[in-house]
């Protein structure tokens, strides 16, 4: 099971955007996909429609037996596609010594990992056990980066927070940065995506995400992001497209 996990320092770059368009695009081709909702906010339980209660799902899975949590709380929103709900008390877990809590994701996974070809994490924008919990976890990072001067800042962080965790693994985690929001008439858009290009030449996504105001209509509907909006969709199309390539893994593999 490939797991992708979708994060950032700063918030409102297009996370669970691209987890809800990535995970319904691979649900529609055969691949049996399930979602994390890491973030306490739990935007991607709500653009799910699948109620978030304390006690339940990923709060659980680092309080609880993992794999039982996986059996007991995975919802089904679509077909091919499952969540694991998340919940506000995902913030208190820094707060609260809960013993080998650091493994508790992982072995969730672990537990599924037979039943799904790819699980994608929608991570917190912050510092904490949901976020280093998931990038330990992971088999590739993707990070969304809007293109603006604020949050190029905020993928310095990230990066930080990458290299430490790869410090604590001893390995390094495959990483790959995703331009969001994108609008060209803006000298500012053009100015950061050119930036991020010249720093980063060898982990960029070749494409990006434009501005497209019906993403917000689709959390909205809660319907998948690639659905109505054309212009969006066909760059989430394209963007995995370019993952299957350069991961080596094909839907029609990971379907199988």
């Not at 992708?4 to 319904?24: D, E, F, P, Q, R």
């Not at 996986?70 to 010594?97: H, Y």
């Not at 985690?173 to 994108?182: C, D, H, R």
């Not at 497209?241 to 839907?251: H, I, K, R, V, Y």
């Amino acid at each position: 099971m490939k797991t992708w996990a979708v994060a950032n320092h700063k918030g409102g770059v297009g996370k669970t955007t691209t987890v809800v368009a990535l995970g319904s695009l691979l649900a529609g081709r055969g691949a049996r996909t399930l979602l994390l909702d890491l973030d306490p906010q739990g935007s991607l339980s709500s653009w799910l429609r699948v109620e978030r209660r304390d006690g339940v799902g990923v709060e659980a899975l680092f309080r609880e037996d993992p794999a039982m949590v996986m059996e007991r709380d995975i919802r089904n929103v679509l077909p091919g596609l499952d969540l694991l709900p998340g919940s506000a008390a995902l913030a208190t877990l820094d707060r609260q010594p809960v013993s080998g809590r650091g493994l508790s994701l992982r072995a969730g996974l672990d537990a599924v990992r037979d039943e799904y070809a790819i699980a994608l994490l929608d991570c917190p924008p912050a510092l904490g056990v949901p976020m280093i919990s998931s990038v330990a976890a992971c088999t590739r990072l993707l990070i969304p980066v809007q293109t603006e001067f604020l949050a190029l800042e905020g993928l310095g962080q990230m990066l930080r927070t990458l290299a430490m965790v790869e410090r604590s693994l001893a390995r390094s985690v495959p990483w790959t940065i995703l331009p969001t929001m994108f609008d060209a008439r803006t000298g500012a858009g053009r100015r950061s995506l050119e930036a991020l290009r010249e720093k980063y030449p060898e982990r960029m996504w070749t494409g990006v995400i434009p501005v497209d105001t019906r993403l917000r209509d689709a959390a909205e509907a809660g319907t998948p992001a690639h659905g109505s909006p054309e212009r969006a969709g066909a760059a989430y199309e394209s963007l995995l497209a370019w993952l299957a390539e350069t991961d080596a893994w094909a839907s029609a593999g990971a379907a199988a």
